[in-house]
């Protein structure tokens, strides 16, 4: 029976999930909705390694076989560290998908928090594509928004607007945190002419090879395990997640 685990400090992780359900990856999913310390953007790497050991250890202890940490922050500050920590588990991180921006497109808006941003991962990319133009909004309240305001996409979208006015020339949008999937239908209406580059295709494709090279038998059923590592969620926000990923979901506080 296939157990992937994914760890997000909210709700962002939740678009890797579905992402994964849409693609017909069935497994038993056991999501740590590591609300006990969001936003992980703003904490140091020294902080957000061991947020991550300490999840890490969480998700083995409940025997899954596979650990995405959907979360970009995490993945560019502490995944190198936890894989060292934890070489006997396959651990896929999310990254920005810069490259196949670079690809296609000369102006381009990366939406990402501030430590992901300062990322050695993320620079170097920046840096081998200097012929490409990059800019850098400040989002770092954005995941917060999302948190806050899933349900009252308006405050969303004049925040965007306000913020993302000044840019006229842009042909790609890179996603650069998983939070901010939730906010593409309003990146469109925004940017009707650019094209989007979301972090949860590069997700998918490398945990179904990971299945496939590790002969995982993936089960005939689907199953979602939400664990919160602080205070319960509202019921409308447990409400509003269920409909999210269109299938029912047990919520355990561990706090």
Do not use: W
Not at 95 to 112: G, H, M, R, V
Not at 202 to 211: D, E, F, N, P
């Amino acid at each position: 029976m296939l157990k992937i685990g994914l760890i997000d400090s909210g709700m962002g992780g939740l678009s890797v999930l579905k992402g994964l359900i849409e693609n017909n990856v069935n497994a038993e999913y056991h999501y740590l909705y590591d609300n006990k310390y969001h936003p992980y953007g703003s904490k140091s790497e020294s902080e957000l390694v061991a947020i991550g050991y300490s999840n890490m250890k969480k998700l083995l202890d409940i025997g899954v076989d596979i650990v995405i940490i959907a979360c970009n922050t995490l993945t560019s500050r502490a995944i190198d560290k936890l894989r060292l920590m934890f070489d006997n588990i396959p651990i896929v991180g999310v990254e920005p998908p810069i490259k196949p921006a670079t690809l296609q497109c000369d102006n381009i808006l990366l939406l990402a928090t501030p430590a992901t941003l300062k990322s050695d991962r993320v620079v170097d990319m920046i840096h081998n594509n200097t012929s490409k133009n990059f800019y850098f909004p400040d989002m770092s309240c954005l995941a917060n928004m999302v948190e806050n305001n899933y349900e009252n996409k308006k405050i969303i979208y004049d925040f965007l607007l306000e913020s993302l006015k000044k840019y006229t020339n842009i042909d790609g949008i890179v996603i650069g945190c998983t939070h901010y999937n939730f906010v593409v239908p309003e990146l469109n209406k925004l940017f009707p002419n650019s094209q989007i580059f979301s972090n949860i295709d590069g997700v998918v494709k490398r945990t179904k090879y990971i299945i496939s090279k590790n002969d995982f038998e993936s089960t005939s059923y689907l199953q979602i395990k939400l664990y919160l590592t602080g205070k319960d969620l509202p019921i409308e926000k447990k409400y509003y997640i269920c409909r999210y990923l269109d299938f029912g979901t047990q919520f355990t506080c561990q706090n």
